[in-house]
């Protein structure tokens, strides 16, 4: 039977808390595509949620990245979401519509497909030790998650492409700076930070609360046509035999482990050696 991923704490009919935990370092793979599907179908039937905020059980790691070694023959066996979407495309196109807000309690890494869940959060909080990043470009593919759009419509097309195709770490006052995230709490107040801005908007009228959502995501429109074209340019150029070393070369510094490569990946990744 495989393990949930996502603990759900219901605070409140109008509040929840989901928690994230996948081995060591909190990797995404197949098994979470699958179990987020159902929590985006859960989130958007509960009648009475106004706010869901999305933590780590680890204090280092948010969400990783993408498991590198997953099984590429399932991954595109995967049958199309609600959306027509491939279910990876399709978690995160739902998350970002869901009617409930949804905060990210971010104190660790978030990279590639980590950072992309995040980017398809409403608000985003770090602490301080908080790294985010697209380091793909670096291991010569496409981001498949649509970071592209996310981040040009959040920082503007310059510091999206630094961001993508610098394919380097953003700690968490860089982050901020760029608009990446929303701010950054001090050490050892951002759950107490988080937690007390969900239940101000749990407190309020549901109503309200979605439909001014709701207004803000179409000021600022994410076509299905992106996160299917992101999607397809990742299978077209991730696993390509001219890029096989790069990988090689990082599973062999630890990539995948807490105290290897993940460390300070972005520095690893434009190491040729």
């Known amino acids: ?14 509040y929840w808390k989901v928690t994230f935990t996948n081995g060591d370092i909190n990797l995404i793979d197949v098994d979470t595509v699958e179990q987020l599907a159902d929590l985006v179908t859960r989130i958007e039937q509960a009648p009475e949620l ?49 009617p409930p807000v ?10 590639g497909a980590g950072s992309e869940f995040v980017l398809a959060t409403d608000i985003r ?12 470009v670096g291991m010569g593919s496409v981001p498949g998650g649509n970071p592209m759009g996310r981040l040009t419509r959040l920082v503007g097309k310059a510091r999206a492409m630094e961001i993508l195709l610098g394919a380097d770490d953003f700690p968490a006052d860089l982050a901020a700076a760029y608009g990446y995230v929303n701010r950054v709490l001090p050490a050892g107040e951002l759950d107490g930070f988080v937690d007390a801005f969900a239940r101000r908007v749990a407190g309020f009228d549901r109503v309200a609360v979605t439909e001014a959502k709701a207004l803000v995501v179409a000021s600022l429109p994410i076509p299905d046509e992106e996160p299917a074209a992101s999607l397809a340019a990742y299978f077209r150029t991730s696993g ?15 990539l ?4 290897g490569a993940e460390v300070d990946l972005g520095r690893q990744v434009a190491d040729p050696r």
């Open 102 to 111: 949804t905060v990210t309690c971010v104190n660790g890494r978030a990279r």
């Open 1 to 14: 039977m495989t393990q949930s991923q996502f603990h759900v704490e219901e605070v409140s009919p109008s």
């Open 50 to 98: 106004n706010v869901v905020v999305f933590r780590s059980s680890h204090p280092d790691f948010f969400m990783a990245h993408w498991d590198v070694l997953s099984d590429r023959a399932r991954v595109a066996a995967m049958q199309p979401g609600p959306t027509g979407l491939h279910p990876y495309g399709d978690n995160l196109v739902r998350l970002g519509r869901v």
């Open 256 to 259: 995948q482990r807490a105290d």
């Open 125 to 136: 909080f770090a602490g301080p030790q908080a790294v985010l990043g697209q380091f793909e």
């Open 240 to 254: 390509r035999p001219e890029t096989a070393d790069r990988m090689t070369r990082l599973l062999e510094r630890g």
